[in-house]
């Protein structure tokens, strides 16, 4: 049985590529989160 090596590193790629979206997507929201807070504390102070 040949295990198709090419596959594997692809799948690999892909699954790195959609945590690095996932990683980037949180951070955005953080990042935006934290603006959001800083603008209230702006505010109310």
Known sequence: ???NLN???RVEEETLHGMAM???SI???AA???IYNVDLAV???
């Open 1 to 3: 049985m040949m295990i």
């Open 7 to 9: 596959r594997m590193r």
């Open 22 to 24: 996932l990683i980037d």
């Open 27 to 29: 951070s955005a929201h």
């Open 32 to 34: 935006e989160k934290t």
């Open 43 to 45: 505010i109310f102070h």
